[in-house]
Structures are given as C-alpha cells and as structure tokens.
C-alpha cells in the first residue's frame, strides 16, 4: 500500500479529511466534548469543522489541531462500560488535549496523500481510509518578512532646500 506519507506534510499546513468510501469530510463535532465524525452530506471542505491543522514536531511526531475544537489535538480515546460483568472497550477519535503527546500521534500510509490511510500510533487497529486535501499552506515567518521590508525601505533624504527653510 506504499510506505509513510508524514514526510509529505509539514508543521501549519491547512488539510481536510475526505473518507474514500463515503466521500463526506470528517468534521470536529460538539458531543460529550470534541468528536471527530462523518459530517452530512454537502459539508464540503470550505466549512471550518472539517479544517485541521497539521502540527508535526521532529520526524516521527504528527497530529491534526481543529480550530473549531478549541484548537485541541485529534486522539483516540478508551472508553469501557462500567458496571457490566464484562466490560466493553470501544475507541472514539475525539479532540481533548492541547498538547502533542502518544495519544496524539499519527502516521500515514499509502501512495499518495489523495489515496491514504491515518492511523493512530498508540492503537494501530483505529485507522481511516481517506483522501487528505491540502487546503492552505502556511504562511512565511512574520518576523523574516518585517526584516525584508524593514531593508528595503529607505528614509527620504531631506533636500538642501528644507533645511534653508527652516534656518529663516
């Protein structure tokens, strides 16, 4: 199926996560706290619940931030039934911690970011099949753009001709 796509991505780029069987965006949702889930169908990538942002730190670690969220990372998140004689596990892809930590963290596969599979790290068995649209860029370093344009500016010399002025 191809080998590791997080090389293909870099930290504050824009994407949206359209699922390869169904063709909807997945979107951030408000349910028991920040779920990720299938949105409706005409959700289309421009409404902000299905932006994530791309946070990478170093090689191996890579998560997605929804804005929408409260600007929490993507995580799959246990869940058992309590009080039952056999309790039952059920992972949900949810929006909860700021950080980027193991639960956090992602790794994509396949031949092209259009034809991909996320996956998380800490529990492999919970992937998506989808088609990662990069919907933005991220911009250039503010403070490298002051500089270019702090040099060339250039202060206008004052003329001969002010300074006789202001000496009558």
């Not at 994530?52 to 869940?79: I, N, P, T, W």
């Not at 639960?103 to 989808?130: H, Q, R, Y």
């Amino acid at each position: 199926m191809g080998g590791s796509l997080n090389g293909s991505l870099e930290d504050g780029l824009m994407v949206a996560f359209k699922a390869k069987d169904k063709g909807q965006y997945w979107v951030a949702t408000e349910r028991r706290g920040w779920a990720l889930e299938l949105g409706a169908p005409g959700v289309d990538a421009s409404d902000p619940a299905a932006q994530f942002l791309v946070v990478m730190r170093g090689k191996d670690r890579l998560g997605f931030r929804s804005l929408v969220a409260d600007g929490k990372l993507l995580q799959v998140r246990e869940r058992t039934s309590k009080g039952h004689p056999q309790a039952t596990r059920k992972l949900e892809l949810m929006f909860v911690n700021f950080s980027l930590d193991t639960l956090e963290n992602w790794l994509i596969t396949g031949t092209s970011l259009a034809d991909c599979v996320i996956s998380s790290k800490k529990f492999p068995e919970v992937s998506l099949a989808l088609s990662l649209e990069v919907l933005a860029v991220p911009p250039e370093e503010e403070d490298v753009l002051l500089d270019d344009m702090a040099g060339s500016v250039q202060k206008p010399e004052a003329s001969p001709d002010a300074e006789e002025e202001s000496l009558v």
